[in-house]
């Protein structure tokens, strides 16, 4: 017996039955009160517990706690060069320093969702905004560079439960199609951190050296430990996980096992590899390839900023009508073929330095509707192991981000070629990574949002 799914749109199926009988889903009433509850625009509470206090205060707090990646890195950029002189260290080893914190916030993921899940999300957040309050302190008192990748570990570890359980939050909150406009709605909001980050940390170098960086990142921590606080617990002790949590890492490999989740992962986390490589790689390729001044670069990489930021408004208004399935898979699509862009115009120079920021720019773009989608997917499947899945969905997608910007530096030969086979690699395996959730084998679950189950005997 072979299964296998098909769009449906309002009118019918899209293709015809030529061999057997066609099955609706048994959650196909699901997905007609999920459908009016969207339709209704109703923010969707679920079972787990009410929002208390005004929607726009919840959608703050959450893009707060979201943000926690952009805050803690592009602050921090601008502080880099006076950081290297005043350590007596050279640019490499601050760089490091980076490195570091992606390591320990793909890695620190992995804890926090199990924990979520078993204590609740406010309380793991807050121990996480503890840690990152330490790390920051401890960076701005560091002597030496290796004190400071010391210190950045534990402040990415703590920062990565604010990342990682905002979007469990959401999971808890919404439902279906209405959490991936949720979703959409504070990556954009989010969005503006990598626009203002570097500006405000140039300012606050320049006006108090960059020590007080870190101070002022540890405020941060304090003020959204209090804005945590105006906010209810999401998960509540009914709907929370009570399996030890040393069964943890088992959990994590029966997750794996699912084909249809490892779609998800896979879309998001080759997109993610693609967006680091060109974060790592664009600056050497502006600026010393094509001889783009410094203070322009920052114009340039903003481009792909405003890009996400539409994508992601325009998936809020899109995912309602198509779902976030159909809406994946053209992101994917759209995001092999502008790869493929990247490479070719990285390989011949066709159309010089503009020609590969255009390329670059609808490559990076589809970011709003890749990423949102994928978080979704991965997490409609799972309603009481959301941390555990938020989790994995993080690491998944940093681990390729490490990995992604590793390879344009260990392929680099003073030439844009190594960043186009990177970020069009990266492209094709967000496209072969839909085929896992278009067809996921018999034990898998379909969603009812986007698909009917065609049964051929």
């Avoid at 926090?112 to 960076?139: E, M, N, Q």
């Avoid at 439902?175 to 909001?189: D, E, F, K, P, Y």
């Avoid at 709907?239 to 088992?250: D, G, I, K, Q």
């Avoid at 192991?385 to 490490?402: D, K, M, N, P, W």
Wanted: charged content about 10%; hydrophobic content about 50%.
């Amino acid at each position: 017996m072979f299964k296998f799914p098909v769009f449906f749109g309002a009118s019918g199926l899209l293709g015809k039955n030529t061999g057997g009988s066609i099955y609706r889903l048994k959650h196909e009433s699901v997905y007609a009160v999920s459908h009016m509850k969207d339709s209704l625009g109703a923010i969707g509470p679920k079972s787990s517990t009410t929002v208390a206090g005004p929607r726009w205060q919840v959608l703050a707090v959450l893009s707060l706690l979201m943000g926690f990646a952009s805050i803690s890195t592009d602050l921090y950029l601008p502080a880099m060069p006076e950081m290297a002189q005043s350590l007596h260290a050279d640019t490499g080893k601050i760089e490091l320093t980076i490195s570091g914190y992606l390591i320990g916030f793909s890695l620190g993921q992995l804890l926090w969702g199990p924990l979520s899940d078993h204590y609740g999300r406010r309380l793991s957040v807050a121990i996480g905004l503890v840690l990152f309050i330490i790390g920051s302190v401890g960076c701005a008192l560091a002597d030496n560079f290796t004190v400071i990748i010391g210190w950045r570990m534990v402040q990415a570890l703590g920062a990565c439960a604010s990342v990682a359980l905002s979007r469990a939050m959401v999971r808890d909150l919404y439902q279906g199609n209405r959490a991936a406009q949720m979703l959409s709605t504070l990556i954009t909001v989010m969005a503006v951190m990598p626009l203002v980050g570097p500006l405000l940390g140039g300012q606050i170098v320049a006006l108090a050296g960059w020590r007080a960086i870190f101070w002022v990142l540890a405020g941060v921590g304090l003020f959204t430990i209090a804005a945590l606080h105006t906010i209810p617990e999401t998960l509540t002790p009914e709907h929370r996980n009570r399996e030890p949590l040393t069964r943890a890492l088992a959990d994590y490999l029966k997750l794996l096992g699912n084909r249809r989740l490892i779609g998800y992962l896979g879309a998001g986390g080759f997109l993610y590899a693609g967006m680091y490589a060109y974060v790592a790689g664009s600056p050497f390729v502006y600026i010393s390839y094509y001889h783009v001044p410094p203070q322009l670069f920052g114009l340039l990489f903003a481009l792909g900023i405003i890009g996400i930021m539409l994508s992601n408004v325009a998936n809020i208004h899109l995912v309602k009508r198509f779902g976030y399935d159909r809406i994946l898979l053209g992101g994917t699509i759209t995001a092999m073929l502008a790869s493929l862009l990247v490479w070719a115009t990285a390989a011949t120079h066709w159309g010089g330095l503009w020609g590969l920021v255009a390329a670059l720019f609808l490559f990076i773009s589809n970011t709003g509707f890749i990423v949102a989608n994928s978080i979704t997917g991965a997490l409609a499947d799972y309603p009481h192991r959301s941390g555990a899945v938020s989790s994995l969905t993080g690491a998944v997608q940093y681990g390729c981000g490490v990995i992604g910007s590793g390879l344009v530096a260990f392929l680099a030969d003073d030439t844009p070629g190594p960043l186009g086979l990177v970020i069009a690699l990266c492209g094709l395996g967000c496209f072969i990574s839909m085929g896992f959730v278009l067809w996921p084998g018999k034990t898998a679950t379909i969603n009812p949002y986007n698909y009917e189950t065609c049964r051929i005997k």
